[in-house]
């Protein structure tokens, strides 16, 4: 089991910026895809972004892009979630993720059975 460990939520008002970071453990985090996603009160568990291995490939739900930047380092063992113009329905626990499985480097992981790995979340939200 590798230990996925998600910091940075807090609370924000509408429009500010928050970074998230997931730390990891073990050699998976710089070998296979990672995560993010997003549960609201009341909602499904939702995808808001991943990244490749090489980290040259990254895809985002319609709802972050533009707004959020997910970005790892290998050297760090870490990735982060960068978001900006944040909004009161980006109010959520995010959960970092991490897949175990032979990945494609050129496909997109966006779906919570693609990933292996969990954190505890970290609670995010904005204010209007």
């Known amino acids: 089991q590798v230990q996925l460990v998600e910091s940075g939520g807090g609370l924000v008002q509408a429009g500010g910026s928050l970074r998230l970071s997931c730390a990891a453990s073990g050699r998976i985090f710089t070998s296979y895809p990672m995560g993010w996603f997003r549960q609201a009160p009341g909602k499904e568990r939702e995808f808001v972004a991943t990244i490749n291995w090489s980290g040259g490939r990254s895809s985002y739900a ?11 380092d290998h050297a ?5 979630l960068q978001m900006n113009s944040l909004k009161p329905e980006d109010t959520a ?23 292996d790995y969990w954190g505890q979340g970290t609670q995010v939200t904005v204010s209007s």
Do not use: L, M, P, W
């Not at 319609?62 to 970005?71: L, V």
């Not at 496909?107 to 059975?113: A, L, N, P, S, V």
């Open 62 to 72: 319609d709802s972050a892009k533009g707004r959020f930047t997910i970005s790892r």
């Open 76 to 80: 760090k063992n870490s990735v982060d």
């Open 93 to 115: 626990v995010y959960y970092c993720a991490a897949r175990r499985q032979s990945s494609n480097e050129n496909y997109d992981y966006i779906r919570t059975h693609d990933y």
